[in-house]
């Protein structure tokens, strides 16, 4: 179900597609963060990639 509402939408947008995945252990972490809180690797994020799809 498409959502309608544009300010909705764009908190679920920013919430979906605007964090970051720790290369080592794939954890999800908040998008300023600078280190995983799972495995405190430090340099090892990468932005999630934003292209949306169908889901599988």
Do not use: F, Q, V
């Not at 720790?22 to 994020?45: E, F, I, Q, V, Y």
């Amino acid at each position: 179900m498409p959502i309608a509402d544009p300010d909705i939408r764009a908190i679920a947008m920013r919430r979906r597609l605007y964090y970051k995945i720790c290369m080592r252990c794939g954890t999800r972490n908040p998008w300023r963060a600078t280190r995983c809180r799972k495995c405190r690797r430090s340099d090892s994020l990468r932005p999630k990639k934003r292209e949306l799809g169908p889901k599988k």
